[in-house]
């Protein structure tokens, strides 16, 4: 028999940990009859009694099931925007344009450095700097 009682008590404990991650994790609009703080009171409270309320009139089944495809009939939900950045074509563009720009500025910036150096190593050596057309990029 004390088997048994270890058994529901550890039944409630698991039931009612997953009870308050679902209520706090819930978005507010995915929350039912009670502001949020009043289920993880109810949870805490009345563990087993609480955990069952909150799941069966407390977070709203809709608010999470929409994303699914099988919740839509079959057909997969259509996306009004991407998921990750690294999906969106418009903001992969947007860094390859800045990157370049960046990357011709910064060999630039490597060229005019190179040039001076070796200048001043010329003019150190004796030798005349060389007058070299600078490409354009």
Same mark, same amino acid.
């Given at each position: 028999?004390?088997?048994?009682?270890?058994?529901?008590?550890?039944?409630?404990?698991v039931?009612?940990v997953?009870?308050?991650?679902?209520?706090?994790?819930?978005?507010?609009?995915?929350?039912?009859?009670?502001?949020?703080i009043?289920?993880?009171?109810?949870?805490?409270?009345?563990?087993?009694?609480?955990?069952?309320?909150?799941?069966?009139?407390?977070?709203?089944?809709?608010?999470?099931?929409?994303?699914?495809?099988?919740?839509?009939?079959?057909?997969?939900?259509?996306?009004?925007?991407?998921?990750?950045?690294?999906?969106?074509?418009?903001?992969?563009?947007?860094?390859?344009?800045?990157?370049?720009?960046?990357d011709?500025?910064?060999?630039?910036?490597? !060229? /005019? @450095? %190179? $040039? *001076? #150096? !070796? /200048? @001043? %190593? $010329? *003019? #150190?050596?004796?030798?005349p700097?060389?007058?070299?057309?600078?490409?354009?990029?």
């Open positions: 028999m004390a088997r048994l009682y270890i058994l529901v008590f550890l039944v409630q404990v039931l009612a997953c009870a308050l991650i679902s209520c706090l994790s819930a978005e507010e609009d995915g929350i039912r009859h009670l502001p949020r009043a289920w993880v009171l109810i949870i805490l409270f009345f563990p087993l009694v609480g955990s069952i309320a909150w799941f069966v009139a407390g977070r709203d089944r809709k608010a999470g099931g929409t994303s699914t495809p099988w919740a839509t009939g079959g057909r997969p939900a259509a996306r009004t925007r991407p998921v990750a950045p690294d999906d969106d074509p418009e903001f992969l563009r947007s860094i390859e344009e800045r990157s370049h720009k960046e011709q500025e910064l060999f630039r910036r490597w !060229e /005019d @450095d %190179l $040039r *001076k #150096r !070796e /200048d @001043d %190593l $010329r *003019k #150190r050596d004796g030798e700097p060389r007058e070299e057309p600078r490409p354009e990029v």
